[in-house]
């Protein structure tokens, strides 16, 4: 099983190249993610996402657990598991209600719509990887169908059809039939089943309850 650190550092890249939510650290993170080898001070780069570090001392905390990178405490906040149940479904510290609650619910627009789109952690599965992971490549394309991408209808924010598109990954273990996590246009990580429904679940959840 891969670290909390690792799994913190898929999916915090993406925002890391765009200088979003945290440091423009991506080229160290990048090398962390495609060797596995944590630099020595990759706990005080990853601290300095403070929303991020922020929610999960929350989570930490709840459940008695000492460590914030735990993987289980970092998956929680990125894509959702049990150990959210600790906390009311508006108030849980999960990455798309930091994003919700910067913007008015009722207050929606197209802007608004792809503003979410691209900062929240989506899901899909890869159909296919047209440029992999080579000593010279070191940023890949994979073709992808995410599911229920979101979109303005009727002047509420709510779930499209599937769609397909291209993106790009960094993870050299991407491969097609890949059920996966996506964040500004990268795919983060792969997914099992299980975490798949969690991610999609605690999606449809926060646009119940905002």
């Not at 959210?84 to 207050?107: C, E, V, Y």
């Not at 952690?121 to 995410?146: F, H, M, N, W």
Request: with cysteine; proline share 5%.
């Amino acid at each position: 099983m891969e670290s909390g650190l690792l799994f913190f550092a898929k999916h915090a890249y993406p925002a890391s190249r765009k200088s979003a939510c945290g440091p423009a650290n991506p080229e160290i993170l990048r090398k962390f993610i495609q060797t596995s080898q944590a630099p020595r001070n990759i706990r005080q780069i990853l601290m300095n996402f403070p929303d991020a570090v922020k929610n999960l001392q929350r989570i930490a905390k709840a459940n008695g657990i000492k460590d914030i990178f735990d993987y289980r405490v970092v998956e929680a906040y990125w894509i959702g598991n049990n150990l959210l149940n600790k906390f009311p479904i508006r108030t849980a510290p999960f990455h798309l209600s930091q994003i919700l609650k910067s913007i008015r619910s009722g207050q929606w627009s197209s802007g608004a719509a792809k503003f979410i789109e691209d900062c929240r952690i989506a899901y899909g599965r890869i159909l296919s990887v047209k440029q992999p992971i080579t000593k010279d490549r070191v940023i890949g394309v994979a073709k992808v169908l995410e599911c229920w991408p979101l979109a303005i209808k009727n002047k509420s924010l709510g779930f499209a059809s599937h769609s397909i598109k291209q993106v790009k990954f960094i993870d050299p273990n991407i491969q097609k039939n890949n059920l996966i996590s996506l964040h500004h246009g990268y795919i983060c990580s792969s997914l099992t089943e299980k975490q798949f429904a969690h991610l999609a679940i605690q999606t449809l959840l926060r646009f119940i309850h905002q």
